[in-house]
C-alpha cells in the first residue's frame, strides 16, 4: 500500500510559482497519481494527474520523476485565489479490493 | 458544480443516535467514495462501491456502513453517534473505479454533521 506524505504548510507570494512536493513510497506499477484542490468547507476538486515524466494543464504542471517515489506539483505565478489545501492521491486498482492513499495535505498561503 | 449532490447539507444530532447521509453521482459515473473530513483535518477515505459492490475499504468504523443501490445512488449509515463522528462527510464519484487507475474523482458539497 502506497503511502503518501506531504508538508503540512507552506506560504507564498503572488506571482511567485509554488511547488509541492509529495511522497508515495511503494507505489505501484499502474498506479497514477492525482492533485487535488480543496478550499474551505467544499469539496476537493480536480487539478492533475500523472504517472511518469511531467504532464502539463491551464493551472498547473506535475513532475514524477523516473523511480516514481514522489510527485511535485508545481502552481505557476499564484494569486491570492490559490490558498487552499492541496492533496495528493495514489489509487492501486486490484481484484481483491482497491487501495486509496490521500496525502495529509498542505496548506498553501499565498500573501499579497 | 460538480454534478454530485449530497443531502441533507447540515445535520445535528445527539450522541447514540443513527443517521442517513445520502449521495447522488454523476450521471453516468458508477463509482461512489465517502470520505470523512474532522475540522481542519485532511480527509479519511471510508470506502468505496463500484455498481453496487464494495471496492474498497478505508477507515471505516464498524458503526459505519454504507450501500450502492440500483440506481446507483449511495447512503452511509452512522450508528451509534458519538461527538467524534462531528465532520464533514464528502461524497465523490467516478466513471469506473473498477480497474482504471486514471480514474478522476468528482467531489459532491459535503454533509456537516454536529453531534451534541
Known amino acids: 500500500l502506497a503511502k503518501t506524505t506531504q508538508p503540512i504548510s507552506m506560504d507564498s507570494y503572488e506571482g511567485q510559482e509554488v511547488n509541492i512536493t509529495c511522497s508515495h513510497n511503494?507505489?505501484?506499477?499502474?498506479?497514477?497519481i492525482t492533485w487535488y484542490q480543496q478550499f474551505p468547507s467544499q469539496g476537493p476538486r480536480f487539478i492533475i494527474q500523472?504517472?511518469?515524466t511531467k504532464v502539463t494543464n491551464e493551472v498547473a504542471s506535475l513532475f514524477i520523476p523516473a523511480d516514481r517515489k514522489s510527485s511535485t506539483l508545481s502552481l505557476p505565478r499564484v494569486s491570492l485565489s490559490d490558498t487552499a489545501v492541496y492533496y495528493c492521491?495514489?489509487?492501486?486498482?486490484?481484484?481483491?479490493?482497491?487501495?486509496?492513499?490521500f496525502g495529509g495535505g498542505t496548506r498553501v498561503l499565498v500573501k499579497p | 458544480d460538480s454534478g454530485v449532490t449530497q443531502t441533507p447539507k447540515h445535520l445535528i444530532t445527539a450522541t447514540g443516535q443513527r443517521v442517513t447521509l445520502r449521495c447522488s453521482p454523476r450521471?453516468?459515473?458508477?463509482?461512489v467514495y465517502w470520505y470523512q473530513q474532522s475540522l481542519d483535518q485532511g480527509l479519511q477515505f471510508l470506502i468505496q462501491?463500484?455498481?453496487?459492490?464494495?471496492?474498497a475499504k478505508g477507515n471505516i468504523l464498524e458503526r459505519f456502513s454504507a450501500q450502492q443501490f440500483p440506481d446507483l445512488h449511495s447512503e452511509l449509515n452512522l450508528s451509534s453517534l458519538e461527538l467524534g463522528d462531528s465532520a464533514l462527510y464528502f461524497c465523490?464519484?467516478?466513471?469506473?473505479?473498477?480497474?482504471?487507475?486514471?480514474?478522476?474523482?468528482?467531489f459532491g458539497p459535503g454533509t456537516r454533521l454536529t453531534v451534541l
Open positions: 465523490a464519484s467516478s466513471v469506473g473505479g473498477s480497474s482504471t487507475s486514471t480514474d478522476t474523482q468528482y
Open positions: 511503494n507505489i505501484a506499477t499502474n498506479d497514477y
Open positions: 500523472g504517472y511518469k
Open positions: 492521491l495514489a489509487v492501486t486498482y486490484k481484484a481483491a479490493g482497491n487501495k486509496l492513499t
Open positions: 450521471s453516468g459515473d458508477l463509482s
Open positions: 462501491y463500484y455498481n453496487g459492490e464494495e471496492r
